[in-house]
């Protein structure tokens, strides 16, 4: 992948969203709940006001609006800002 966020952004990759099945009906993408964890897969290099505290490989925790969906090589990710994660877990 030749992708680097930049300043204080983030690249994530959500975790899978979680198959249920309701007495034998299986429950369509478009109605299921988005994950809302990830795992961190690139960093930028912070801001003079803002040092990147998250690192490649953590798993962190993210707000259910926060940011960008973009599509890589066939896979889901997300980019958003540093402070739009809420835990690293």
Do not use: C, F
């Amino acid at each position: 992948m030749n992708i680097k966020p930049l300043a204080d952004r983030v690249l994530i990759k959500p975790a899978a969203a979680e198959e249920k099945t309701v007495g034998g009906i299986i429950i369509p993408d478009s109605a299921k709940e988005k994950p809302l964890k990830g795992e961190v897969v690139a960093v930028g290099n912070g801001t003079k006001d803002e040092e990147m505290v998250v690192k490649p490989g953590d798993t962190v925790l993210y707000g259910k609006y926060a940011g960008t969906e973009i599509e890589l090589d066939g896979e889901q990710y997300l980019i958003m800002r540093q402070s739009d994660v809420l835990a690293i877990i």
